[in-house]
């Protein structure tokens, strides 16, 4: 199936590791033009390169989507470099989570300030691109646990039902203008993140993996590919029709739909 992305601009924040490097991976190998960031310049530029080796189109920048002057710094050079904007996927996040009452305003204000302010901010700016190009998509990751929070599970469930509530609001707003916007809900998927928490405990990453998959139905954890997958296609010409919605990428895990 031909996704229809070859030339399209497409934006991926956190770009550099997890599913925003296998997304931007992903495009690059659909024919786009992939613009990445992240916080760190070294792997920034080792993605870009990777990405270029195997003959894409890609172009990054070290931002730190929590402040808005790195977020306008980022899409000027993007529309420099590339002359527009089709596609943006706002995916720079952490997992912050703990306990309600030993969680500081300080952990709150930086979660909210990365997930929901970058989220809202590079959206602003870029949605007049897409306008002048005749539409666009904006795919917004959240997790499917921002449905359905648990105890201990904040602030990043809060962050992230934010995001909900933007996808749909958005969706609604710039359909007339034929900017798509949708969510994938992720749930229990393979991430340097929770390798690099769990190596300071001293479990290795397959005994992780295999005890936290016990829950999951199918057994497993997910690939950051099977994540860019859903991404991309939801960006595809496949999924034209298909604005307002969350799809779950959890294996099945999550008790609602």
């Not at 172009?59 to 420099?80: C, H, L, Q, T």
């Not at 201990?152 to 509530?165: E, N, W």
């Not at 005890?211 to 999924?239: H, Q, Y």
Request: glycine content about 12%; charged content about 25%; hydrophobic content about 40%.
């Amino acid at each position: 199936m031909d996704f229809g992305l070859k030339g399209k601009v497409a934006i991926v924040t956190g770009g550099t590791e997890g599913i925003g490097k296998a997304s931007a991976i992903v495009f690059a190998r659909e024919g786009a033009k992939v613009a990445i960031c992240a916080r760190t310049p070294e792997a920034v530029e080792k993605t870009v390169a990777e990405i270029k080796r195997a003959g894409g189109d890609a172009f990054g920048m070290a931002a730190d989507m929590s402040k808005m002057e790195d977020i306008e710094r980022f899409i000027n050079a993007v529309v420099k470099q590339y002359g527009g904007i089709d596609i943006l996927v706002n995916n720079a996040g952490t997992s912050a989570r703990g306990a309600f009452l030993e969680i500081k305003d300080d952990t709150w204000h930086s979660d909210i300030e990365l997930k929901v302010f970058g989220a809202i901010r590079c959206t602003r700016l870029a949605i007049p691109h897409m306008q002048k190009r005749g539409g666009g998509r904006v795919i917004n990751i959240t997790i499917s646990s921002a449905k359905q929070p648990g105890a201990g599970s904040m602030p990043t469930t809060i962050s992230r039902a934010a995001g909900l509530a933007i996808t749909k609001a958005l969706s609604k707003e710039f359909a007339a203008d034929n900017i798509l916007v949708n969510t994938v809900c992720i749930g229990k998927i393979k991430s340097g993140q929770h390798e690099r928490r769990i190596a300071k405990t001293g479990v290795t990453a397959d005994d992780y993996y295999s005890k936290e998959a016990k829950p999951i139905p199918m057994g497993r954890f997910g690939e950051a590919e099977e994540a860019a997958n859903v991404i991309v296609f939801l960006c595809s010409d496949g999924a034209s029709y298909v604005t307002g919605t969350s799809v779950h990428l959890d294996g099945g895990m999550s008790g609602v739909l």
